[in-house]
């Protein structure tokens, strides 16, 4: 069992859609948890960063952390066709420059 | 914010040759930098921890003396990939942290290499 899973996707969604995209984890001692974005032949981009449950909301984006239950989500609402990229969940064990361990990816396209 | 700088952004070399690639933080002093290889379609996965003045930490199955690390300065870390085979080819990405993580990570834009 990997230690990150990610739902594999890829989705499709019209533009203007919510988005909901997701990631287990069994490392309860997990404690940083960020999203990515990647865009092709990129280097990923940082979207959001969080280490506690509960929401934290950027703009059109919502990180939502559940460590009881080791689930967390990524909402993106109003998507539009340049939020179309494969998205990373990450997340890493507390201390200082540690390593990121990262869900597959979901691809996302999101149609005008 | 925090700039990650990666160079070159794709090479194409011939098999036998090695290439270097380049890691600078643009705005602040690393510590420590990680290097991750990509294929097609995949996540990221960890090769090696960059740390300065010392040596790499490699993940298991990484050839320490395929993939040389140098990390010499608080802002430049080196990924020379020596005899390099088609295998090699992949999408290499480097990634550090003003805060040592405490505000996640910034990544690289990535060098596409192909070993012909």
């Known amino acids: 069992q990997k230690e990150v899973e990610q739902d594999p996707g890829p989705l499709s969604v019209p533009e203007g859609a919510i988005v909901s995209l997701n990631c287990t984890y069994s490392n309860s001692a997990f404690q940083y948890f960020m999203w990515y974005r990647q865009y092709s032949r990129k280097g990923p981009e940082l979207l959001m960063y969080?280490?506690?449950?509960g929401n934290k909301e950027d703009g059109r984006f919502t990180a939502q952390v559940d460590k009881s239950s080791k689930y967390i989500s990524l909402f993106i609402r109003d998507s539009q066709p340049s939020d179309s990229a494969t998205y990373l969940c990450a997340m890493s064990l507390p201390g200082s420059a540690r390593q990121l361990t990262f869900g597959s990816g979901t691809q996302l396209t999101v149609l005008p | 914010g925090a700039v990650v700088s990666q160079h070159p952004s794709w090479v194409i070399c011939k098999s036998g040759t090695s290439v270097k690639i380049e890691c600078r933080s643009l705005?602040?002093?690393?510590?420590?930098m990680f290097w991750y290889r990509q294929f097609p379609k995949q996540s990221l996965m960890l090769m090696a921890t960059?740390?300065?003045?010392?040596?790499?930490?490699?993940e298991q199955g990484v050839e320490k003396d395929k993939f040389l690390i140098n990390h010499a300065s608080l802002t430049l870390s080196t990924l020379t990939v020596t005899s390099a085979h088609p295998e090699d080819s992949s999408f290499y990405i480097c990634?550090?942290?003003?805060?040592?993580?405490?505000?996640?990570?910034?990544f690289g834009s990535g060098t596409r290499l192909t070993v012909v």
């Open positions: 969080t280490y506690s449950s």
């Open positions: 705005d602040f002093q690393a510590t420590t």
């Open positions: 960059s740390n300065e003045g010392s040596k790499a930490t490699y």
């Open positions: 990634s550090a942290s003003p805060g040592g993580g405490a505000d996640g990570y910034t």
